[in-house]
């Protein structure tokens, strides 16, 4: 049995074993975004998480940081690119995925955009050009491979584009003043951008993969085994708010998010917010499918960062927790308590 394998064993042995004997953790620290509100935010404003809380500890960096700090035990939950998720499982972290919080969709996106008037056509354009990105090695990357590998490009042509690091709120300067060729935009970056004109998009990771959740919150397997209740009131809380935002009007949730925003008083720049238009999560509920982790599984492979055939994707995640059924979120039902998610396993 892989040590992947062996930490989702212990998940579910730990539950049926009597994990939720003793007392839980009723507060989950975690790292935000400023300026943002993730969908945990959301499902506690929104009375989801029932007697859990959540414990604010600062804001992160990156999705990689996240995931590394909830794997280390600095915090309860991170979220991060499944990628990152991957690997950082694939190195020995006992961690495993509960939920998708994000992903792309026709709303949200992610697009490679080149100047209006410039000569790139095609991904074989792209030999010898640079792209900008937020970070490497994560998605963008993954989304720039992927489509170069589609279109017939070889290795050796592939390893002649460049993906650049370069700042988000720099990307459509770099671009414009032609230091990049090619430049990866999405939310209200990409809207502003659009806007201004003089772009336009080589191609997006929804029209690439389609609808896909590309992200999900991991938790210890040590954590899940001690807390199995609070782990369902948290997981399947972050389910509800997921449904309540795509069925809800758009500027209903802008408002919602604005008001979180303010209430926390973190002096915080909330006007991205009005660009919101999706969490772009495909699957009810967030819940994980072994397509969303083989991916990044035969991605990273491909790439030589984890050796193939160490990583089952089946001993990655786990939607135990997740106990979300649709009319479990109709208008003014109550949300499920930590008490209330034993004896709904039971």
């Not at 009597?18 to 839980?24: F, R």
């Not at 991605?299 to 995640?317: N, P």
Request: proline fraction near 4%.
């Amino acid at each position: 049995m892989t040590l992947l394998g062996a930490s989702a064993a212990a998940v579910s042995c730990g539950r049926s074993a009597g994990g939720s004997s003793g007392k839980q953790a009723r507060k989950l620290r975690y790292q935000g975004w400023a300026g943002q509100v993730i969908v945990p935010e959301l499902a506690e404003d929104l009375g989801y998480l029932g007697e859990v809380k959540l414990d604010w500890v600062g804001n992160t960096i990156s999705g990689p940081q996240d995931i590394q700090s909830a794997a280390t035990g600095q915090i309860d939950f991170g979220g991060a690119f499944n990628g990152a998720v991957v690997k950082l499982a694939a190195n020995g972290a006992p961690i495993t995925s509960v939920i998708s919080y994000y992903g792309s969709d026709r709303h949200a996106y992610n697009g490679f955009y080149v100047l209006e008037d410039g000569p790139i056509r095609s991904a074989r354009d792209l030999i010898g050009k640079k792209v900008g990105m937020n970070t490497l090695g994560a998605h963008s990357e993954a989304m720039l491979d992927i489509y170069l590998k589609r279109h017939g490009l070889s290795q050796g042509d592939i390893h002649k584009v460049q993906p650049l690091v370069v700042p988000p709120v720099n990307t459509e300067q770099s671009l414009r003043q032609r230091q990049i060729q090619v430049g990866v935009l999405g939310d209200i970056l990409r809207d502003k951008a659009l806007a201004t004109g003089g772009i336009r998009p080589l191609f997006t990771d929804y029209q690439l993969l389609g609808a896909f959740s590309a992200g999900t919150y991991v938790m210890t397997v040590r954590f899940l085994r001690q807390n199995p209740d609070t782990a369902a009131a948290f997981v399947t809380g972050v389910a509800r708010a997921i449904e309540w935002a795509r069925r809800t009007p758009r500027e209903e949730v802008i408002a919602r998010m604005e008001e979180i925003v303010r209430k926390r008083g973190r002096k915080e720049d909330a006007t991205p917010l009005k660009y919101w238009k999706s969490f772009g999560v495909a699957e009810t509920g967030g819940r994980i499918t072994d397509r969303q982790l083989q991916l990044w599984v035969d991605w990273l492979a491909e790439r030589g960062d984890i050796k193939r055939g160490k990583v089952k994707v089946s001993g990655l995640y786990t939607n135990e927790f997740n106990e979300y059924r649709p009319s479990s979120t109709s208008p003014g039902s109550s949300a499920p308590s930590a008490s209330s998610a034993t004896k709904t396993r039971s």
